[in-house]
């Protein structure tokens, strides 16, 4: 009779242990499953649509010449020769040091993240960006509202009626370029200035 009782504990035993290891293994998947979601934080690919993050991939793919997973100096040269342009060990040194750490896929999409939200744009940037639109000290308002909504983060009317609102725009449609690169830079500083007092 010990001996039945013995082969029921081992039974029960048996049976009981599945039947924790069930219960066990949903409760570790869930840790790991919540681990793994606290460790994502933000992320600069919900910044993008997908279509836009597979159009960086093709172009990361394509700068990537030695396939490492990794943009360098040399994916960089080889980059630029293709396009039929020499770039300079500077000009190359300076792209290369844009990023905190090796160019990886990630990384070429915070580098652009950044440029877009607009926060890595120096004066000199908006001073040579209308600059381009100068001829003899002004910029025909026409031309440049076709620019506006024609090329990039492209504006809409009402958002470039609202923009002119803020400028001077003369009789004959022309904007002062001094005035408005005045304008612009200065609001930024004065927003700088007004934070701090």
């Not at 000290?137 to 009317?157: C, N, P, Q, V, Y």
């Not at 470039?160 to 009789?171: C, G, L, N, T």
Request: aromatic share 6%; glycine share 6%; charged share 35%.
């Amino acid at each position: 009779m010990a001996d039945k009782e013995k082969k029921i504990k081992k039974k029960k035993a048996k049976e009981d242990a599945p039947a924790e290891e069930a219960a066990a293994a949903p409760a570790e998947r869930q840790s790991r499953g919540s681990r793994k979601a606290k460790r994502t934080g933000s992320n600069v690919f919900s910044m993008f649509s997908q279509k836009q993050v597979a159009e960086f991939k093709e172009a990361f793919q394509l700068m990537d010449h030695d396939k490492d997973g990794i943009i360098g100096k040399s994916d960089l040269r080889a980059t630029f020769d293709s396009l039929g342009r020499l770039a300079s060990e500077k000009e190359l040194d300076e792209m290369t040091s844009e990023a905190s750490g090796p160019i990886n896929f990630t990384q070429l999409l915070t580098l652009f993240a950044n440029r877009m939200s607009g926060g890595a744009d120096d004066d000199d940037v908006v001073i040579n960006a209308f600059k381009t639109f100068d001829n003899d000290g002004k910029i025909d308002s026409e031309r440049l509202r076709h620019a506006l909504m024609t090329w990039g983060d492209k504006f809409s009317a009402d958002e470039v009626d609202e923009a002119y609102d803020q400028m001077e725009i003369d009789d004959k449609g022309f904007i002062d370029t001094t005035k408005l690169i005045t304008m612009l830079t200065a609001s930024a500083e004065e927003e700088e200035g007004g934070e701090a007092a």
